[in-house]
């Protein structure tokens, strides 16, 4: 794979939200109202969402009554999220890497696997610093991870989908460290035109977590398997969902 960061052009593209606007929204927003009948954040809360993609996750945290503000790499998923701006929603094209309001926020949320994509280990390290950072003492973070266990025994290497006239073929693979998508893209509006992408994801375990957040003053409070919040189970849990207090 080559060695310019894929993401800024994947998640820049059209494509990459047509692919992934049939994700299980319901699911998406009772996980969130199952999280904050868990944390108790209390009304008017400060809180960031990174990677906050179009922000609909963190417009249904505002209409709960908290000041949100969400986080994307993405200039085009900004774009389209600052329409719903209000007085306690706001949203910034920023890069989780670098500092962001120091000591501002008491919850930090990173949702749906929104984390793993860097080349290095130490860039991992910096995303975490800088979240550690934005958070008030005390303050919460809670990061939503695929749980590499469960991914590595169920991986679906090959399929095709086709949404809205444009063909996905996907092609899915993995190695010692990640997990690798390609995906091929055919758009019937021009037979001609092909695109091609390839998603990596790092297999970070609960382990190498702990490690990273302990490296920054953050401990783990709480480790659930699922988006109902059940106990994590490193064989049978689909996701990691990890809850961290900042000491």
């Not at 986080?71 to 209000?86: V, W």
């Not at 094209?93 to 008491?106: E, G, K, L, T």
Request: charged letters at 25%; one cysteine or more; glycine letters at 4%.
């Amino acid at each position: 794979m080559p060695d310019k960061a894929w993401y800024k052009d994947w998640f820049n593209s059209h494509y990459y939200h047509i692919l992934y606007q049939h994700r299980n929204e319901d699911e998406a927003l009772q996980f969130i109202n199952t999280l904050i009948q868990y944390l108790k954040p209390a009304p008017g809360s400060t809180m960031v969402d990174i990677a906050c993609g179009k922000g609909r996750h963190s417009k249904a945290l505002a209409d709960m009554g908290f000041d949100v503000t969400g986080i994307d790499l993405s200039a085009a998923s900004i774009e389209e999220a600052k329409k719903d701006e209000e007085d306690h929603l706001h949203f910034f094209q920023h890069d989780m890497r670098a500092p962001f309001w120091i000591h501002y926020f008491q919850y930090a949320f990173n949702f749906f696997t929104s984390f793993g994509y860097f080349k290095t280990r130490r860039e991992h390290d910096n995303a975490i610093r800088s979240i550690a950072q934005s958070l008030r003492s005390g303050g919460i973070f809670v990061i939503d991870y695929l749980n590499v266990h469960y991914e590595e025994d169920r991986l679906q290497k090959l399929f095709t989908s086709t949404i809205d006239g444009v063909t996905f073929h996907i092609t899915k693979w993995q190695d010692e460290d990640h997990f690798f998508k390609q995906i091929q893209i055919t758009d019937t509006e021009n037979k001609t035109l092909k695109h091609l992408y390839t998603e990596r994801v790092a297999k970070f375990s609960l382990g190498d977590f702990t490690e990273m957040l302990s490296y920054q003053g953050m401990q783990v409070q709480e480790v659930f398997g699922d988006y109902r919040l059940s106990r994590y189970d490193v064989k049978r849990s689909p996701r990691m969902i990890i809850i961290a207090s900042k000491k």
